[in-house]
């Protein structure tokens, strides 16, 4: 064997290991790569997962500052729906009292004796209805305020009162008489 084919073995041997070592260094740095890469894409992934869960924690607290105002306005609701019924049954306690003064007043009320003239000109009353108390066989004063009276506690108006007292009693004074009952029901 010559001196020149005994190099080329051995260089080739190290011109082998020359590549053998290019080859790792190379996939040295392409793991290196690959790891970094896959520490970025882990970061990223992260912070989107962070910032979704601030999302959501934001979202839950407004949703709750939103229940917590929608309780009180139902509490508030409540409080102002208790106040009113306490407000009605007051009022129908003051109705009951001016009932009974009504029938009381109506009980105490001397009946007085009017002889009317039949006129044959005249049609037989019409019934009255039931909102309408029958006509009073006098026209005295306190027939009116009770007929009134009892009419408005009916939920008549003020001026189906004046009216049906107006072609049944001979008042020198309607409206005075019509201020009072109302006062005293709407009281």
Known sequence: MSAGSKKQPGGSAAAAADKVRAILEAAEQSAAELRAEAAEEIET??????????????????????????????????????????????????????????????????????????????????????ATPPAPSGDGHEGARVIALNMALNGS????????????FELEDPEALLDEVYARVSG
Do not use: F, H
Request: charged share 35%.
């Open 45 to 130: 992934q992260l912070a989107r997962a962070e910032a979704a869960a601030e999302r959501l924690s934001a979202r839950a607290a407004e949703i709750e500052r939103s229940l917590d105002a929608l309780a009180q306005g139902v509490r508030d609701e409540l409080s102002a729906l208790k106040a009113d019924l306490e407000e009605l049954s007051a009022v129908a306690e003051r109705v009951g009292a001016v009932r009974e003064e009504t029938a009381e007043a109506a009980a105490e009320e001397p009946a007085t004796e009017v002889v009317e003239e039949p006129a044959p000109e005249e049609p037989e009353p019409e019934p009255a209805s039931p």
């Open 157 to 168: 108006s003020r001026e189906d009162t004046a009216r049906y007292l107006s072609e049944n």
